[in-house]
């Protein structure tokens, strides 16, 4: 039994670290690399130790404690304060919900060339359906089989091969796009939902095994690698620093990072990519807000819970997902909503810093 503590601790933070690689996410580091070239790969070290440390900080707090996010805030700082940030997460969520359904539907529309509307109905029917039918370690195992695909974006940094030179590897200027590249990129990688689903993921491994102490970071690091690793091809394909560098204005424009790699098929490996993406991301997304709502209070939360008893669990992470699904059937600028989205996360970052420290 211990000896497969590490494994399971491991394959749990996978899951982890591949939904940080959301749409948005993925969107977002492909805009920062075709518009500031890889003046902002720097922040990648610091983003990866960021993320080690509030990993390490949501595992000893789901482990140690025994408690989600929104309850230790409502012992801490009372429910007026945890109920304010638990609104404006699951606001952000929504949002997030909204660009990566969004993004995926405008991408599977112009694949297969179906309506975009009727992507945009359909595709939150997946997770609700695996929130729905299983329970959390099987909702993690299930995810854990579209991990291998972000593996794609390592490959096409490295068929992309850049070789930037030292001063392009440091801002020469700022700007407004270099700053709201670096919020974006913050939000990209430190996405406030990832750990949300990680403290409670610890809650319920220390629930089905109280001497579970195994922790990875190896999911972490993966993420960081993955988000890296799109940035340098963007900025190696996309970015044109005499031409007037600027965001690819649609998702085909957005795939061509990966035509070094891939060539004609590059835009629909891109598509197949952000909707496995999607699949991913949003039961987390989903299923942090349920948590943050509910967690709270007396009520039972959570996927190990069936829907009968755990009704508002389940009716909030529905609702997230039924809301980003109507508020996507507007036809957003996808690249935009995406970049935006990681924008808006990176604003609520030093919340989410805040309660981590006020869990010591």
């Known amino acids: 039994m211990r000896m497969r503590l590490p494994g399971r601790a491991m394959r749990a933070n996978l899951v982890t670290g591949a939904s940080d690689c959301d749409p948005s996410a993925v969107v977002t580091s492909l805009h920062v690399g075709a518009t500031t070239g890889f003046s902002l790969v720097w922040m990648f070290p610091l983003t990866t130790l960021a993320l080690i ?50 993004g995926a539907a405008s991408a599977a529309s112009d694949l297969v060339g179906v309506p975009r509307w009727s992507i945009a109905i359909s595709l939150p029917i997946i ?13 993690r195992s299930a995810l854990l089989l579209v991990v291998p695909l972000f593996a794609l974006y390592l490959v096409a940094a490295i068929a992309a091969r850049p070789m930037p030179s030292w001063h392009e590897l440091l801002p020469q200027e700022l700007s407004g796009e270099l700053v709201l590249g670096a919020i974006g990129l913050v939000g990209a990688v430190l996405t406030p939902y990832v750990f949300f689903w990680q403290v409670e993921d610890s809650v319920q491994m220390r629930a089905r095994s ?5 922790v990875s970071y190896v999911g972490m690091v993966f993420a960081n690698l993955v988000l890296l690793a799109i940035v340098a091809t963007a900025a190696s394909v996309l970015y044109a620093p005499n031409g007037g560098a600027a965001s690819p204005e649609s998702l ?16 629909a490996c891109f598509s197949i990519g952000l909707i496995a993406s999607t699949v991913v991301g949003t039961p987390v997304i989903a299923a942090a807000s349920g948590y943050a709502v509910i967690g709270p209070t007396v009520r039972r939360a959570g996927l190990n819970w069936p829907v009968a008893a755990a009704r508002g669990f389940y009716f909030v992470a529905f609702g ?9 059937l507007v036809d957003f600028n996808a690249v935009a909503l995406l970049f935006w989205a990681q924008v808006t996360n990176g604003a609520l970052v030093p919340v989410l810093i805040a309660i981590f420290l006020l869990a010591d």
Request: proline fraction near 5%; aromatic fraction near 6%.
């Open 53 to 102: 440390w509030m990993d390490a900080r949501a595992s000893r707090l789901g482990t140690r404690q025994g408690i989600g996010i929104t309850r230790l805030l409502r012992q801490r700082v009372g429910p007026p304060v945890a109920a304010i940030i638990a609104t404006a997460f699951v606001a952000a969520n929504v949002i997030t919900v909204t660009a990566d359904i969004s």
């Open 127 to 139: 997770p609700a359906v695996l929130l729905y039918s299983l329970d959390f370690a099987r909702v």
């Open 210 to 214: 109280p001497d579970v102490t195994g």
């Open 252 to 267: 085909r424009a957005a795939s061509d990072a990966l035509e070094p790699l891939l060539g004609s098929g590059a835009f």
């Open 320 to 328: 997230v997902l039924s809301l980003g699904g109507l508020l996507a």
